[in-house]
């Protein structure tokens, strides 16, 4: 059965910032501008069978792909008549489905620009569907053809498959109109030579390609006074400046009748031309459902190609969508990937799986636990927009919503305070979770206020989402006070490697390195993968703050009196009874 | 005189020059004339509207001004409001995208000799895009662009084409016609430099006289995208080549200076342009009665 593609996005554009899903779909280069189109408006789909429709076209394409691997002429050549199909006039209406009414301007004809469109086309099209060999991928991507008519008549003029113009063909009340004006306009040209050859003959001028000359006073008052004297040549003769007059040939008796006469049928030629166009406008825009059909095709097909290309370039996988959790095997998240070429850092795969409903993220500074969350909502957004991902394998359910509260969603230009932006956008979230489905990445959430209020609402929001139906909650934070609550899963960085970072750090080589040699040799120990935290446990109570800060060469006092508060801060919280709770 | 046809044969031709009615049309049209005694296939484009059609009154492309004679086989650029009242039987070859004030605007062959009003893209983006389809698609391999400099700087990175400078001088203004045609070989050749140096700032955008008194001391030169960005009179860019070297991202090739006289001499003139700025004039008085001049490019 053929699908359509329809539905709103699914992905919010805070969401899709932060997941830096843009940099994965900039990679897609559709051919035609229908795809571009489409394309423009990246769309999450909403629609499970939306997006599997996306998988089997991609599919499906590929494996014509493969079938002519051996033969990339054909496939380069079905590149190139996407490539040069043109964007239709707007008779669809604003998008491409057809499936509107006619439009208002229907009484006014195509211009012969509009009509070159629909041909150029029609050419491509008939050129594609020649070389998709296969009627069962033909068939699934609706390829078909029923305008022969329209084809012909569009064809009658233009000297190759892609020009157009109004020819003798479409009305054969042209031909002897524009054989008498090619006669006339052969007898002008005769007649313009013989003039400036008795120009030349009788004042040395030499006119050719030229309407006019500039001639010396003398000359040419002496060519005003011979003017009309005899059989000579007629001039007009006007001045120019203080040295010089302008000359020009003037039309003899022969050429003002040619001149007359080519006029009037030119009138009458373009009157012709006019009714060739309303009759062929007709035409095109009884084909309208034809091309409606057509354009769904080129569509659909050009997305398979566009999307099965980049499955073959990066060696992408198919998503599972059957999950009732989320599973990722060997994860690249691109866009970072991207960046650890460019720096010469070493990029790990992410391996996360997750079959509760939240999962809380701890970890270091620097540790990438926003980057865990990026990479989650990143492989649900590209596979909600119908793409293959980078990973050996990917299981998931479809979303109604995919969202991001944190940092930078959207908060420059409200005016709100750090923390208001923070609750505005808790409550946004909260309200799509009620809607339906909804993935949703908190990252660093209650930031902006004091630890203990954040631990505890941040433990409520935990709370209510890991009871919100359908939703899966991915939550970023410092605070690893928060509660342990059920079905909620709790995780941290496996973070930075202590022992060789001590030993590379410390080593004499490394005593006169500044703080951005640093950083990136400890970006390079940094390990990315996530470990649970054990059962019935709360795993260490800090993070690796305090170490990175010493490799980093902060002061050792500052360090160690940091620490001594650390110490005093969680024996007080203990005596008083407000140490983390481990359970319900 | 015209100009030697092998001069613009091949080529991508921009005629620019300094303001309007400064004899830019008449020099493409002189061009053209050439290309045609010789033989040669062309394409004519109008960067914007040629003189005469207004977006207000565009009926005014159906006759009379702006409409240039086409000779069969040229390829020009049109609005398609226009196609109608071309009488020299076009065939659309090819749409060009977006549109200009006029609407919709083909790149057209002329079928029979006979005329059409010029219409260019406005975008200049569009009028490379045009030239670029009309060259890879081998309809011909000659273009003559009329138009005004700040729309063909970017169509003269296209390959193998070049910028000429039309000016008409009379007695009146021809001191400073000349000062400007020597400020103008001056800009043209500047040195390219790509890559900054140590010392060296690149500017984007207008390098106008307070950008110059801006540059800070400790920079020695100072790198600008083309020289239509910059916007020195003659004496502040003599200054500041007196301290500093001046060079462009994108040299572009000059192809030299169209002159037409009014009032005056051609010596008079020679020596106001000094020998080196009067060596670079490749047409005096285009439609002068004196048969054909040779060009030494």
Known sequence: MRREITGASACSPSAWEFC????????????????????????????????????????????????????SSRLDRIAWHLSRMPRLPSVFGEDSSGDNAAREEDSVPYDAVELFLFKKFLSNYRALLTLVDDEALKNRFGMEFHSEGLSAALDSGGSDPETFQVSERH??????????????????????????????????????????????????????????????AKVSVEPYDEHS??????????????????????????????????????????????????LRAVLRFDLARTRYALAAELGLARPGLDSGGYSLSKGRFYPCEKDCVAIGAAYSPLDFTLSDPVAVLFGSNMGGKTVVLQTALFFQTIAQCGLFVPASSFATRVYRHIEYVGEGGGEKGRGLSGFGFEIRSLDEAWKLAADGPCMTAFDEFARSTGSEEAEALLSAVIEAFASAPGARSLFAT????????????YFRMAGLDLEKAHRVLNAPE???????????????MMRYSVEEERPGGVGRKRSDAMEIASLLGLDGRIVAKAAEFGERRADAAEYEGKKPRTGP | MLPDPEFFAGRVNLVGGPGAACGKTTFAKAALASLREAGRGCALISAGLEGGISPLRPQSGGAGRGRVSLRKGEIFVTAAAFLRSA???????????????????????????????????????????????????????????????????????????????????????????????????????????????????????????????????????????????????????????????????????????????????????????????????????????????????
């Not at chain 1, 006169?512 to 950083?519: K, L, M, N, Q, V």
């Not at chain 2, 083909?106 to 030239?131: H, K, M, T, Y």
């Open chain 1, 510 to 524: 490394e005593s006169d390195s500044g703080p951005d040699d640093r950083i990136r040799l400890i970006n390079r």
């Open chain 1, 171 to 232: 009305d054969p009340g042209l031909a002897p109109l524009r054989a008498r004006l090619r006669d006339l306009a052969e007898e002008t040209a005769r007649e313009k030579e013989r003039i400036a050859e008795k120009l030349a003959a009788e004042w040395g001028l030499d006119f050719r390609g030229r309407d006019f000359l500039t001639l010396p006073s003398d000359e040419a008052l002496k060519m005003a006074a011979a003017c009309g004297q005899g059989d000579g």
């Open chain 1, 478 to 489: 410092h605070f690893m006070g928060v509660a342990r609550l059920p079905r909620a899963r």
């Open chain 1, 245 to 294: 007059f302008v000359v020009r040939p003037l039309p003899d008796a022969r050429l003002l009748e040619a001149e007359r006469e080519r006029e009037v049928l030119r009138e009458k030629e373009a009157e012709l031309e006019n009714r060739v166009l309303v009759g062929l406008s007709r035409f095109v825009r009884s084909e309208r459902p034809n091309f409606a059909r057509y």
């Open chain 2, 87 to 297: 009488t020299c039987m076009p065939e659309i070859l090819e749409a060009v995208p977006g549109s200009s004030a006029l609407g919709k605007l083909a790149v057209a062959r002329a079928c029979r000799d006979g005329e059409a009003a010029l219409v260019g893209p406005e975008r200049n983006e569009w009028l490379s895009w045009v030239i670029r389809r009309i060259i890879e698609e081998g309809w011909t391999d000659t273009v003559i662009v009329d138009g005004s400099m700040n729309r063909i700087t970017q169509a003269a990175s296209l390959p193998r084409a070049r910028v000429f400078w039309a000016v008409r001088a009379g007695r009146g203004d021809y001191l400073k016609i000349a000062a400007k045609m020597r400020h103008m070989l001056r800009l043209v050749n500047l040195p390219e430099m790509r890559e900054t140096g140590p010392d060296m700032a690149r500017i984007e955008g207008p390098f106008t006289g307070s950008g110059a008194a801006a540059v800070p001391s400790g920079v020695k030169g100072v790198i600008v995208e083309d020289f239509t960005k910059i916007f020195l009179d003659g004496r502040e860019l003599a200054a500041f080549l007196g301290t500093r070297t001046l060079s462009v991202a994108h040299c572009v090739e000059f192809g030299g200076f169209s002159v037409a006289l009014h009032d005056m001499g051609r010596p008079e003139f020679e020596k106001a342009l000094g020998e080196e700025c009067a060596g670079a004039v490749v047409s005096w008085d285009a439609y002068a009665a004196q048969g054909r001049e040779k060009i030494h490019a």
């Open chain 1, 20 to 71: 830096r899903a843009e940099e994965f779909w900039a990679l897609q280069k559709p051919a035609t501008p229908y795809a571009s189109d489409f394309l423009a408006r990246r769309e999450t789909f909403r629609d499970k069978g939306d997006i599997i429709a996306a998988y089997d076209d991609t599919d499906a394409y590929g494996r014509f792909a493969l079938t002519h691997s051996k033969e």
